[in-house]
């Protein structure tokens, strides 16, 4: 009878900073609050009685008897029911027998998965689809195996309720501008509520938000009216500041003739550069006030 050989997923790394600084934890296997209760007879016979098919088929029994756990997995050993060792087994080789022992095993690698598009209600009553991606890491495989059933589904289904939780509480201002924010208060009370599963939540990100086109329409209205009020006012700003500077200039002129008469040469020289077939003749406008002074004496 060969002993069960099961592989749960999970995750291994360092972890992130959570919010407000708070680091993410570290649990050893050692750290589990787990007794290891003792064994009685039966134990002892039934181990006696696995030992004669190993003795008579050696060396063959040993690729029954010796397991090999990887550098990214620990083995968890369940001996008739009960934990063996408050550590984890692993990496490397280690012994079991077929008839007692039950071994599981626990991926400590990154697991990443996508939270599907939730139908949120903003605190300002808008309606939103919202989803997100989720990391996180196995930190105490013996928790892992005692204390919840599936680590990887329950984190998927508390990752869910939780986005919708912390979502509803949030303005759309503030789920549009504020993601970063909402991703540590995520992964906050994500890693709280697993953290009795041996599981740490290292970071969740929000990746998409969508909002109704009705909404889009009226935030797309919104925005170009406030465009087109800045736009007037600049505008209006200008021209204020164009008259302040026009009538220097016009100051400055009258207090010296001879500079209008440069201004008129200018104007010359810009006008024939753009169009050379026209011909202008300027004249001066105390000319033309004596000559028709003199019409009417």
């Known amino acids: 009878m060969a002993a069960s050989y099961t592989t749960v997923p999970g995750v291994v790394g360092e972890g992130d900073d959570g919010p407000k600084g708070r680091k993410s934890r570290m649990v050893t296997p ?33 690729f029954f008897t010796i397991k090999i756990v990887k550098e990214y997995e620990r083995a968890v050993i369940l001996r008739l029911g009960r934990l063996s060792s408050k550590k984890a087994k692993g990496p490397g080789l280690f012994f ?17 998965f996508d939270v599907h598009p939730q139908e949120i209600l903003t605190k300002d009553s808008v309606t939103a689809r919202v989803d997100a991606v989720v990391y996180f890491r196995i930190v105490n495989p013996i928790s892992s195996i005692l204390k919840v ?18 979502l509803g509480t ?11 924010a909402i991703s540590a208060e995520m992964q906050h009370h994500l890693d709280e509520a697993t953290e009795p599963w041996g599981v740490s939540v290292e970071r969740v990100e929000v990746k998409d938000v969508t909002i109704p086109p009705d909404m889009q329409r009226s935030m797309a209205s919104e925005a170009e009216a406030m465009r087109e009020a800045r736009a007037k006012v600049i505008s209006a700003e200008g021209e204020q500041n164009a008259s302040r500077v026009l009538r220097e200039a016009a100051d400055i002129m009258d207090e010296s003739p001879a500079t209008l008469q440069l201004r008129y040469l200018q104007t010359l020289h810009a006008i024939s550069a753009q169009n050379n077939h026209t011909y202008v003749f300027p004249l001066p406008v105390d000319l033309l006030t004596r000559l028709f002074a003199g019409n009417k004496s």
């Open 30 to 62: 050692t750290d589990a609050d787990i007794e290891v209760a003792g064994y009685g007879g039966c134990f002892y016979i039934l181990a006696a009685i696995s030992f004669i098919p190993i003795i008579i088929f050696f060396p063959f029994s040993l």
């Open 96 to 112: 079991v027998l077929p008839c007692t022992d039950d071994v599981r095993v626990v991926d400590l690698r990154t697991i990443t």
């Open 149 to 166: 059933e599936n680590a990887y589904n329950s984190t998927y289904l508390l990752a869910q309720t939780t986005l919708r939780s912390v």
């Open 170 to 180: 949030k303005k759309l201002g503030e789920l549009l501008s504020e993601r970063e």
